[in-house]
């Protein structure tokens, strides 16, 4: 069961200074127990997960707690939000949460020198990157993954084309106007590139018009 935030003991002896880097996501904690739902059904007994793009830290920590004979590792890009999933890892005391690590998960060539893990999460990332990033993403996930690996991904996405609800349909038209390629992507269209990187694609509605993904390894 997901530890609801007023039941984490945090570490008394951590440094003020890691509570002070740690930063806060309303959203990222009110969706860890929905996307802790359905990783339930899929995660192994034991193993490694490497999480894209890991944020704050909260949903790590929330995960590393919850499913504490997998061995996690966080990475993100920038290093402000390393600094905050490191003051988490820390304050939690979680020894199964690896310190995070710089990884642009944009560039092709990171899944020889993070691979094999048998799980790689994703989550809110794909509508903020370009089309061409997203498929570098999703080809190196598939190459990172052991022989009966995952790969969940979390998020909105477009439904033949058009948004679910009017927040989505503005949020998706700021996107588009940020940047082109920006903006949510296609559900069946992604699903289409995962079959085509020869993964078994499952599809679970989630709370607030977002979709998990779970892809495995094909048998």
Known sequence: MTPKPSDRAPNTAADPDDIIAQKFSVAAERNIKPIQDVLAKYLPTS????????GTGQHIVAHGAAF???MWQPTDISAMRRASIE???KVMGLENVL???????CAQGWARQRGPVDVVIVVNLLHLITDADMAVLLDEASQSLSSSGMLAIYGPFLREGMTTSQGDA??????????E????????AVASVLEALQLRVSTYPMPANNVMLIARKAD
């Open 181 to 188: 390629g920006l903006g949510y992507k296609d559900l069946g």
């Open 87 to 89: 003051a988490y890892r």
């Open 99 to 105: 310190p995070p690590v710089h990884m642009d998960a």
């Open 68 to 70: 504490s004979e997998l």
């Open 47 to 54: 193993g490694r997960v490497l999480e894209i793009a890991s």
């Open 170 to 179: 503005d949020f998706h038209s700021e996107l588009l106007a940020r940047h």
